[in-house]
């Protein structure tokens, strides 16, 4: 003998199998880290990165693919930049424990692909006031010189 259908058991089990695939269609199409930042391929990793919210001394840091050097701006304001290599007056590598007078710049460090800034005293940047701030990293690839560079421009937020 066949049972009849239950309205109410059937409502509910409709209800639940839709939410299941809004769930699994939400988890799915969700756009996390670099897709969402739309990060170019020789950007591995950025911070703050487009939107984030920062501290007003927050470090500003992008980090290359082997063989890119960049320049930073922020607000307008184009960054001047020490390379690491260049801090002894020598050119000789510290020896470790040594002391070394990082100036108020940005920092590229030619052995990581990296450049940074920390907005601080006597620096072009002293804070980041509260409010949106755009920056902007020039990069181009060592091999190639400045002529052939690109740029990335996003903006964070400082509380």
Request: net charge negative; glycine share 10%.
């Given at each position: 003998m066949k049972r009849p259908i239950n309205r109410q058991n059937l409502i509910v089990s409709v209800g639940i199998a839709v939410g299941l695939v809004l769930i699994g269609m939400g988890l799915s199409g969700g756009t996390t880290g670099r897709a969402a930042q739309k990060l170019p391929t020789v950007i591995e990793d950025i911070n703050p990165g487009p939107g984030d919210e920062v501290l007003r001394q927050s470090q500003v840091f992008v980090d290359f693919i082997d063989g890119y050097e960049a320049t930073l701006t922020i607000d307008g304001i184009t960054l001047p930049v020490t390379r690491l290599d260049?801090?002894?007056?020598?050119?000789?590598?510290?020896?470790?424990?040594?002391?070394?007078?990082?100036?108020?710049?940005?920092?590229?460090?030619?052995?990581?692909?990296t450049i940074s800034f920390i907005p601080q005293e006597g620096a072009a940047?002293?804070?980041?006031?509260?409010?949106?701030?755009k920056a902007s990293v020039t990069y181009w690839k060592v091999i190639d010189g400045k002529e052939k560079s690109k740029s990335f421009n996003w903006e964070f937020e400082a509380n």
């Open positions: 260049e801090l002894t007056s020598n050119g000789a590598t510290p020896k470790p424990g040594a002391q070394v007078d990082i100036p108020p710049t940005a920092i590229y460090d030619p052995g990581n692909y940047i002293t804070e980041f006031t509260q409010g949106v701030h």
